[in-house]
């Protein structure tokens, strides 16, 4: 546990936690996401960069695209939608 300050002082948040390391110090340089919808205030993670920032969200919009094609062809809608663009 510990405390966490924002590079210019405006915003503090005590009691997190660290996701990664410290350095020697005891200190580290992390960033926080106070409008996340989960461990907002609670938790802060470490400056380095990694691999689900960068992953997730291709992912999850390929997966919605997946989906929304999916429903639109259980529903019939994908032939209605294919024959409209076919005729501009």
């Known amino acids: ?5 924002s590079d210019d002082g405006s915003l503090s948040l005590r009691e997190v936690t660290l996701s990664g390391s410290t350095d020697d110090k005891g200190e580290a340089r992390a960033y926080a996401r106070p409008t996340a919808l989960l461990g907002a205030t609670t938790s802060v993670s470490d400056a380095t960069q990694n691999g689900v920032d960068v ?20 529903w019939g809608d994908l032939d209605t939608i294919r024959s409209r663009l076919r005729h501009r």
């Open 55 to 74: 992953v997730l969200p291709p992912i999850f919009a390929l997966l919605s695209l997946g989906m929304l094609t999916l429903l639109l062809w259980a």
């Open 1 to 5: 546990m510990g405390r966490w300050t």
